[in-house]
């Protein structure tokens, strides 16, 4: 019985990546690649050349530099345009981190970040020692939680590594929300299904960057293939910075990285 059910899901999942790759599903995998994208050069070498359901010989990692982002919230705006975010939900967002000469540690995060960091915090009662800001996204696990809880298979892992949620089949009893230990996932209140961000899986598929890799004025966040040496996000995770995840000892194995995580926010 467990094997049918499990057939039948994989026939959907297949279905599905089709559909997405055709541009005739909406969803958490909204659909809104601008007219004549195609025609905008390729970003991501050798994506156009893929054929079938999913990406052969490629392994995609996230890095974010911590060391060079400055809390614009380009990255924020353009995520929310990209995939119509309901405003007070995120798919991605700016955490400011404060550290004053006491080492006390300051967060936060208002609007997501959105608006940017346009002004200095005037509520720390000693000198400020240290500012500085994380993005935060889908860590998009090689050992995701919120797979393993999802009991209707509505959130699952791609053979090509991208954790998606079907939302046709989600039913929005939010086990993937509280499984998820970094905290990326909301139930969508217009869409009333399990949402986050997909590191636009649907503009990778067309070998475009994601949205807010795009619009970074500093190149904080780097998106692309490790598997291929001639990558630059081959180059950072083999150079002696420092680099690193979040919560290592949850055992999710996550594929964004970070340069210049502080032990503040680890």
Known sequence: MMDAIQSEISRDRRAFIKKVLGGT???SLLLVIPAGAMDVPEQIPGMREQEGPFIKGKKFVFIVDITRCIGCGSCCVADKNEYQVPDGNYRTWVERYVIDDHDNVYVDSPNGGLDGYQKPRTDIPHPVRDTFF?????NMC???SCVQVCPVGATYQTKDGFVLIDQKRCVACSYCVQACPYSVRFINPK???ADKCTWCYHRVRKGLLPACVNVCPV?????G???DRNSEVYK???QPHVVSVLKPGMGNKPSLHYVGLRREVV
Request: charge should be positive; glycine fraction near 4%; aromatic fraction near 4%.
């Open 142 to 144: 090689e050992k995701p």
């Open 191 to 193: 869409t009333k299904t």
């Open 25 to 27: 599903i909406a969803g």
């Open 236 to 238: 950072i995770l083999h």
């Open 219 to 223: 190149q904080a966040r780097k998106f």
């Open 225 to 227: 293939d490790v598997n």
């Open 134 to 138: 994380v993005p935060k996204l889908c």
